[in-house]
């Protein structure tokens, strides 16, 4: 079993920062991706960041210079610092995982919930 627990949403005003924290255990391979998903109410869980374990990134358009993801290979861990926030960040983010051992593994945290209020 792999868990993935996350920490650090909370409730911030327009143009604050928050930092997301996710670290994962359990019955962990070598792990390619770990990045950040959200969703909105009403909406679609989209991308917001990945980090490969290489350190490559990608960023949806819309968090582009505002937002940094990072990662510790060693400890397991992926941070996603956000700025000048919005309240269109407003969602549940959640941190996941995926690597390949002879198939495909993802994993999923529970989400956690930043709430931007302007």
């Known amino acids: 079993q792999v868990q993935l627990v996350e920490s650090g949403g909370g409730l911030v005003q327009a143009g604050g920062s928050l930092r997301l924290s996710c670290a994962a255990s359990?019955?962990?391979?070598?792990?390619?991706?770990m990045g950040w998903y959200r969703q909105a109410p009403g909406k679609q869980r989209e991308l917001v960041a990945v980090i490969t374990n290489d350190g490559s990134t990608n960023y949806a358009n819309s968090v582009k210079g505002r937002f940094t993801i990072s990662r510790d290979n060693a400890k397991n861990t992926v941070d996603l610092q956000m700025n000048s926030l919005k309240s269109e960040d407003t969602a549940v983010y959640y941190c996941y995982c995926w690597w390949v051992l002879n198939r495909s593994y993802t994993y999923w945290g529970q989400g956690t919930q930043v709430t931007v209020s302007s």
């Open positions: 359990g019955s962990i391979s070598s792990i390619n991706n």
